[in-house]
């Protein structure tokens, strides 16, 4: 089993930047991907970023070169830096991982971008 925990969401002004964290419980040797992805109000889950055990990363385009992912695997914690905020980044963004050909999900963390 794994559970994932979110951390570092909040309000903040476009143009700006935040952290998420995503800790992860259980063992990480059966995880696969690992990623972020995000639910806007009114529209539907979709991908953010995803990170394979082979590091190949995957960005959607609204984001590339502004979301940076990342993973400690001591502190089993992965990361998303996010600059140069924008109002339509505003969601609710969601720590997944592929364990075992099983998702598993974070109960999300609360980004508004906003002036």
């Known amino acids: 089993q794994v559970h994932l925990v979110e951390s570092g969401g909040g309000l903040v002004q476009p143009g700006g930047s935040l952290r998420l964290s995503c800790v992860v419980s259980?063992?990480?040797?059966?995880?696969?991907?690992m990623g972020w992805y995000r639910q806007a109000p009114g529209k539907q889950r979709e991908m953010v970023t995803i990170?394979?055990?082979?590091?190949?990363?995957t960005y959607r385009d609204s984001v590339k070169g502004r979301f940076t992912i990342s993973r400690d695997s001591a502190k089993k914690t992965m990361y998303l830096q996010m600059n140069s905020l924008e109002p339509e980044d505003t969601a609710v963004y969601y720590c997944?991982?592929?364990?075992?050909?099983?998702?598993?999900w974070g109960k999300g963390a609360r980004v508004t971008v906003s002036s």
């Open positions: 990170i394979t055990s082979n590091d190949e990363i």
């Open positions: 259980g063992s990480i040797l059966g995880i696969n991907i």
């Open positions: 997944n991982v592929l364990y075992r050909g099983i998702d598993f």
